[in-house]
């Protein structure tokens, strides 16, 4: 798109802490698997009788998805039907998710795994935000008190038309769908299998309380 007419806003970066127990293979294996991820970002639209998420494999790194709105969830006319595509790159270890919504808006997230931990976090810091559960295994610390570990680095933005970008606000923190990815690794960490993770992901329901445990429990900035 021509950024002449389009302006886009980015929210702060965000780093997490993978829970200890899942290896770079574990964690590859949820980020560049499109379908998993479908059920992840839009546990409500999957489970829906009425089908109303479909998938198209455009290519073999990228998903196409069309969505269509339950009525009366969202703006736009009852059944409009919203892009949104998943596109894997494996040497860079992420994965990104681009969403057409309403008004000629356009979100991107860049879901990316590192192994270096983020700039001005401290062990002390890092004991304090991360609140582990004794269930999880502490990661190790390095020389100069990093944790050693994976951590899950998150880039959001929004795109939109330059007439609205003033009305636009990218606000910091977590959105739903990375509070869905944050909890299904949590529950993979501590011994679930993935259908296991999915099924409870879909019983939290409309309540946040547990997914913003989860959040707590391994912010890292």
């Not at 196409?64 to 009366?72: L, N, T, V, Y």
């Not at 998150?154 to 509070?179: H, Q, W």
Request: proline letters at 6%.
């Amino acid at each position: 798109m021509n950024s002449f007419f389009y302006s886009t806003k980015h929210a702060k970066t965000s780093y997490y802490h993978i829970p200890s127990t899942l290896n770079l293979e574990d964690v590859q294996q949820i980020l560049h698997n499109h379908s998993t991820l479908a059920h992840i970002f839009w546990p409500q639209l999957v489970n829906d009788p009425e089908n109303l998420l479909f998938e198209n494999q455009t290519g073999p790194s990228t998903t196409e998805i069309q969505i269509r709105p339950a009525s009366g969830s969202g703006p736009g006319p009852s059944g409009t039907k919203c892009k949104a595509s998943i596109t894997s790159h494996h040497e860079a270890r992420e994965v990104v998710v681009a969403e057409e919504m309403p008004l000629g808006l356009r979100m991107t997230l860049v879901y990316r795994v590192s192994d270096e931990p983020p700039q001005g976090i401290s062990a002390e810091e890092g004991d304090g935000l991360l609140a582990l559960a004794d269930s999880q295994p502490s990661t190790s610390l390095s020389g100069t008190g990093s944790r050693i570990g994976l951590y899950l680095q998150v880039e959001r933005s929004v795109m939109a038309p330059r007439p609205l970008s003033m009305l636009v606000k990218t606000t910091d923190g977590p959105i739903v769908k990375t509070k869905n990815l944050l909890f299904v690794l949590d529950e993979l960490g501590n011994g679930k299998k993935l259908d296991a993770a999915l099924d409870a992901l879909n019983e939290l329901g409309e309540s946040d309380d547990e997914g913003d445990e989860v959040l707590e429990k391994y912010k890292a900035d």
